[in-house]
Every structure is written in structure tokens, then in C-alpha cells.
């Protein structure tokens, strides 16, 4: 494996963007830098820009107004990014499906790399999901070799 | 010809390798105080790798050569004081006349150069970080030009660097005298500024301003930025170590002794960085002008006296 | 001022247009009012009572809609809500903006969510929902429907 890829891999730095969520994954989020569940060990750190990351991590269901601005997001950001989707409101929408002003899920608007499903995922979730898509992204570099 | 093998070596590597390792450092003693494990040793160095390999995203309205060049401005003037510092330190006798404002001088670039990158790219929350951190250069620069008259006064009116560590290896080291004492804490706070740490990181405030001055960047320029700040982590408690310790000794019982010293600069740094909080530029620029400057003129005053 | 002086005081200025007064329990108090002497309460609250604006809801009930306005007295502990009903085909009441700034986005989000017209308001405009969404349709009446084409309301699984 290439050492930009190795090095992407070992030091992963952390954008958070919530998309119109009640905010307890943003809090189960924000668990993982505590000391019980310390993320800092594997080099992960939440930072300010997007332009700085190298995972952008999405919680809420979409809505409408915020359509554009995901859009944007996403755009801004350098490539290689890895995407994961937290919370069943970000996967499905959860309870509001039938809400008026979530139209689409997450993945009908920026391909999603990961998904960790619960409502909210526990610290333990997130951080093994974080786990597998840097498993998956492993794997893809040793197949097509 | 040999002057492009030092600065490469004294410039870039020593200053990379020391600082990496002083980041490394910082960080795991935070980790620690917090009751956490922190990240593995060589993580300074692969945060670099890995930006290295990003991509460079200019944004439309900026204005490009200013842009891309204000990082290589502060690494190139770092880099240079690295180098004079180092040279002087093992070999004393290299020193020029002067050579004491050039350092003084090159050491205003890092912090200028933030500044033009963050004026440089079209943004409005960059703009507002460069404006505070030409705030606080105004206030940190006086009383840190103050309190380095201190050693020039102590050691015979000499602006030799050269000259300043032969006085501290003939006489004490010039920490160990009343006036001495005062400057090095003037100094240890401007220091703090200039590094951009906590009090005073007001430029790069991360959760109020988004990255501050450095938001557009991205990539090998973000990776530069990163660079300059490691190379500051070294070369500023190595300047703090030569004027008031009497720079590093490498034979005998004086090789432990100044390390001692060297590590009693990050320590007290590091203390200072975790156990406070973050203050606002205007709470800055009052705590610069007031109690510091008159403790740096007090300093003086003790030191015209002969204490 | 006690409760009990304070609920006489509006039982007796507003006796002709309360129709309904359920002291539910020591802290709730709803009074029914007509919607026409809506903005000479709000002045007496505030200024005589002293109490303090809360929020206001607006409901659609089948034949009618209603708006209930929150008010609180922190120094006895107690919230009076005022019920006014108006007709459901063209819903209008006077805008209580000019007397107390706080209701000003209140307002504009039941106009756009309910679809109730505020007479008087300086700046009706969309407060929540995005710029895109089709005039004259307000989604929490109860008569709301689905309008969007493009919207996935299957979880994809069978």
C-alpha cells in the first residue's frame, strides 16, 4: 500500500456536520473524545474547516433547506474523503419518514462510505465503524493489486 | 557550498526531528493530565505525510501568488533562524556583528506570514483571524524587545550572540540573577504567544473561528504551515535557552545541566497550555501592555543597576 | 399581586368577551376570548399584570382553527393561556407584533406552517421551510397532502 495511504489511515482528522438532528448522536459524537473512549490514540482529532478533513461524518435527517448546503460541503472537501453516516436518521430518515420536509435520504445526495445504524449509536458503534472503513478501504487496495 | 549542507541540516532536519518530537510530547503529557492514553510517537510525522498527500484546493476570489507563497515565507524564515542559532551554539566563535537583531528580525516572518495568508484567502472568518493575530503581534512584540535588553545589558552591551554565551560560560548564567529571573518569565509569556498556544491562540481559536487565519488552506500548503509550527516548538526554547541558560553544552556534567534547562522551558509551556484558558484579544493586548511591559521595564531598570 | 386578584381583575375588565374560564389547577389557567379584543389583553398583561410573553401555539381542530397565547407570572407560578378561535376557510387575526417584538417570528412560522394571515405584521415571511416550497400549501393542517414527485417515502426493503 502507497505511504500516502498508509499515513491517511493512521492519522484520520474528523469533520462533523449535522444536518438538522436532535443532537444526540452529535453528543454520543463528542463521547468519543473523552477519556473513556479516547480516539486520540488512533489520531483522530475533530477539527474546525472542511478543508482540513479527512472524514466527514454526517448526523440528522436532511432537510429540505439543507440540500444545497450539503451539496457545498462535500464539494469543498479535498479529495481522498471518506463519508460516514451516523444515527437511523441519516440512514432512513428513522421516525420521520413521513415527514414533510425530509424528502430523501442521506445517500440519494453524497455517496456514503460507512453506515452506523442505532438511535444513538453508542461510542463503541462509531468508533468500529470508523474501524471498518478503514478495513474496506485496506481490502479495495489489496484486491486491485 | 558548506553553508547549503548547515542549512539543510541545522535548518530543516534538526529543527523537523526536535520539534516533531517536542509536539509528540505536548501532546501525550495533555493526553495524561486528562487521564487519557495519547497518540503514538511518530504521529507529528505522519499528520505531515498524510497532508502531503491531499489535494490543494485554491479558493476562486483569492488572490493566488500571495496564497501559495506566505507558507514558504515562514518556513524559509525559520529555517533560517534555525540555522544561525544552531551554528552559533556550536561553534561561538562564528558569530557576526549584529546577528542578534537578524534573529529578532527573521523572527517576525512566521507570524506575518499567517497574516498574509489569512488576508490572502477570500474569506471572511480568515480576515477576522488575521486581524487578531496582527493585534496580538503588536502587543507581544514590545515587551519581548524589552526584556531581551536584559542579557544584552548583563553581558557588556554586547548584541553578539556569540559574546553572550561566552559571558554565561565565564560568569552564571544570566537566569540566575534578579533581572534574569524577571525577563526569562516576560519572555516564557511572549514566547507563549508567539507559538500560538493556549492563552493566547487567539488567531487559531478552533471552535469559534473554524480554523481562524488558516481556513482555506488545504493540502502541501496546510502541511507547510504544520511544518513552521513544529520548527517554532523548537527553535523558540532553544533562542529562550541560549540568551538566558547559556545555550546547549554537549561534554560533560554541563551537556545534563542545559538539557535540564532546555526541559524545564517545554515543561513550564506545557503547564501553562493546559491548566488555563483561552483569553480574548482585548483582555491580551491589556495583559501585554500593562503588568508584562512594566515588569520588563522593572527588569531593566535591575539590570542598569548591576542586580 | 395575589392569584386570586389577578384572575378577578381579568374576569372582571373582559367580562363580556370570555367565553369560557377552566381554572384547571394551581399552576394552568385557560381563558376562552373573542378574537377581536385580543390586542387590549396583550396591552393589559403586559403592562398592567406585568406578565411576561411565553410562546403562542396554533392548532388546526376540524371546524376551526385556534392560537393560544402563553402567558407567564414567574413571582406566583402560574401560566394563563388565552384560546382564540377564528374561521378555518380564511383564517385572520390582528398581528400582536407592534406590542411586543418577540412574537415576531412566532407569527411567521404559524403563517407559513398553518396558513393564518396576520394582520398588521411588518415582515410576513418564511421563516423554517426552504425557498422552493409551493405557495398555498401549508403542511400541518390536517388536510395536508404529499405534493413532491421526487420524495422517497419506502424504507427499500420489502
Known amino acids: 500500500m502507497s505511504i500516502k495511504l498508509k499515513a491517511l489511515l493512521k492519522s484520520p482528522w474528523v469533520f462533523h456536520l ?42 440528522g435527517s436532511v432537510t429540505r433547506k439543507c440540500i444545497p448546503r450539503i451539496k457545498e460541503v462535500y464539494e469543498l472537501a479535498p479529495r481522498p474523503i471518506i463519508v460516514v453516516a451516523i444515527g437511523e436518521c441519516s440512514l432512513s430518515r428513522g421516525m420521520f419518514i413521513d415527514s414533510y ?5 442521506l445517500d440519494k445526495i453524497i455517496p456514503v462510505d460507512v453506515y452506523v445504524p442505532g438511535c444513538p449509536p453508542k461510542p463503541e458503534a462509531i468508533i468500529a465503524g470508523v474501524t471498518k472503513a478503514i478495513e474496506k478501504i485496506r481490502k479495495s487496495i489489496k484486491e486491485k493489486k | 557550498m558548506e553553508m547549503i549542507l548547515y ?7 534538526v529543527s523537523t526531528l526536535v520539534g516533531a518530537l517536542i509536539s509528540w510530547i505536548d501532546r501525550k503529557v495533555t493526553a495524561r493530565l486528562q487521564y487519557r492514553v495519547g497518540p503514538p510517537l511518530l504521529q507529528p510525522i505522519i499528520d505531515l505525510v498524510k497532508l502531503f498527500g491531499k489535494e490543494l484546493l485554491i479558493p476562486k476570489g483569492a488572490s493566488k501568488i500571495t496564497f501559495l507563497s506566505s507558507p514558504i515565507i515562514g518556513l524559509v524564515g525559520i529555517a533560517i533562524v534555525s540555522t544561525l542559532l544552531c551554528m552559533i551554539n556550536i561553534w561561538p566563535e562564528k558569530t557576526f556583528f549584529g546577528d542578534l537583531i537578524v534573529v529578532i528580525y527573521f523572527l517576525i516572518l512566521p507570524s506575518l506570514s499567517i497574516i498574509l495568508g489569512g488576508i490572502a484567502s477570500k474569506n471572511p472568518l480568515a480576515s477576522i483571524g488575521s486581524s487578531r493575530e496582527i493585534k496580538l503581534v503588536l502587543a507581544y512584540e514590545l515587551p519581548f524587545i524589552l526584556a531581551i535588553i536584559v542579557p544584552i545589558l548583563k553581558s557588556g552591551l554586547t548584541i553578539q550572540i556569540g559574546q553572550i554565551i561566552g559571558y ?13 529571573v524577571l525577563s526569562f518569565i516576560v519572555i516564557l509569556l511572549c514566547i507563549q504567544a508567539k507559538l500560538g498556544l493556549v492563552p493566547f491562540d487567539i488567531a487559531e481559536a478552533e471552535t469559534e473561528l473554524a480554523g481562524g487565519a488558516v481556513i482555506e488552506y488545504s493540502g502541501p500548503a496546510l502541511a507547510i504551515f504544520k511544518l513552521m509550527k513544529l520548527m ?29 534547562g532546555f526541559l524545564l522551558i517545554i515543561v513550564l509551556i506545557i503547564v501553562i497550555r493546559n491548566t488555563n484558558p483561552r483569553l480574548r484579544v482585548d483582555q491580551a493586548l491589556r495583559f501585554f501592555w500593562g503588568p508584562v511591559t512594566i515588569l520588563s521595564i522593572i527588569a531593566v531598570i535591575l539590570a542598569t543597576r548591576g542586580l | 399581586m395575589k392569584r386570586e386578584d389577578i384572575l378577578n381583575g381579568i374576569k372582571d375588565r373582559f367580562e363580556d368577551s370570555i367565553t369560557e374560564f377552566s381554572d384547571r389547577s394551581k399552576k394552568r389557567v385557560y381563558i376562552d376570548i373573542d378574537h377581536k379584543v385580543i390586542k387590549d389583553v396583550i396591552k ?26 402563553h402567558f407567564t407570572i414567574e413571582r406566583i407560578n402560574i401560566i394563563i393561556s388565552f384560546r382564540v378561535r377564528i374561521n378555518r376557510d380564511k383564517p385572520e387575526i390582528d398581528s400582536i407584533t407592534p406590542l411586543i417584538k418577540g412574537a ?25 421551510l426552504s425557498e422552493d416550497w409551493p405557495e398555498g400549501v401549508y403542511p400541518l393542517r390536517a388536510d395536508y397532502k404529499e405534493w413532491d414527485k421526487d420524495a422517497i417515502r419506502d424504507r427499500g426493503v420489502k
Open chain 1, 18 to 59: 449535522s444536518t438538522g438532528s436532535c443532537n444526540n448522536c452529535d453528543i454520543e459524537l463528542l463521547d468519543c473524545l473523552t477519556p473513556r473512549f479516547d480516539i486520540e490514540r488512533f489520531g483522530m482529532v475533530l477539527i474546525g474547516s472542511i478543508k482540513h478533513a479527512d472524514v466527514l461524518v454526517c448526523t
Open chain 1, 101 to 105: 420536509n425530509c424528502p430523501v435520504p
Open chain 2, 7 to 13: 542549512f539543510i541540516l541545522f535548518g530543516f532536519i
Open chain 2, 168 to 180: 554565561q560560560a565565564a560568569n552564571q548564567a544570566i537566569a540566575w540573577s534578579l533581572s534574569g
Open chain 2, 232 to 260: 517554532m516548538l523548537f527553535v523558540l526554547p532553544f533562542f529562550m535557552s541560549i540568551m538566558f541558560l547559556g545555550g546547549l553544552n554537549f561534554t560533560g556534567v554541563g551537556a545534563v545541566k542545559s538539557l535540564l
Open chain 3, 44 to 69: 393589559y398583561m403586559i403592562h398592567d399584570i406585568g406578565a411576561r410573553f411565553n410562546i403562542a401555539s396554533g392548532i388546526d381542530a376540524r371546524t376551526e382553527m385556534e392560537i393560544l397565547y
Open chain 3, 104 to 128: 415576531e417570528w412566532i407569527e411567521r412560522e404559524m403563517h407559513e406552517l398553518l396558513g393564518i394571515n396576520f394582520i398588521g405584521h411588518p415582515n410576513l415571511k418564511k421563516l423554517l
